[in-house]
Nanobody
């Protein structure tokens, strides 16, 4: 079992930046690939970004490429999502996800395997225009 706790969500003005954090506990953090998803009001949860267990491979949704950066610190058992030039359409609850690295054949396949992993409770990001 992996416990995930997101933080860093807040009200931010369009054009600003923020960094979300995901603190993991319960299992060996470096054994898991990590992902971020988001769910906007009235919409389905969507994939945002994923990072391999080592931090050496990444995958981003096309809609966030160039503005979002995923990273991790295995020594701190944390994953991060940096969002730059935030837009009103980034308003959503952001969820952290962990899937064991042996379950992920490739990083682009991460969204398909997230359902087999663990989820945090989410952190709210609200962007004002």
């Amino acid at each position: 079992q992996v416990q995930l706790v997101e933080s860093g969500g807040r009200l931010v003005q369009a054009g600003g930046s923020l960094r979300l954090s995901c603190a993991a506990s319960g299992q060996t953090f470096s054994a898991y690939a990590m992902g971020w998803f988001r769910q906007a009001p009235g919409k389905e949860r969507e994939f945002v970004a994923a990072i391999s267990w080592s931090g050496g491979s990444y995958h981003y949704a096309d809609s966030v490429k160039g503005r979002f950066t995923i990273s991790r610190d295995n020594a701190k058992n944390e994953a991060y999502l940096e969002i730059n030039n935030v837009k009103p359409e980034d308003t959503a609850v952001y969820y952290c996800n962990a899937v064991h690295r042996f379950q992920i054949p490739t990083m682009p396949s991460y969204p398909q395997y997230a359902k087999f992993g663990f989820w945090g409770q989410g952190t709210q990001v609200t962007v004002s225009s």
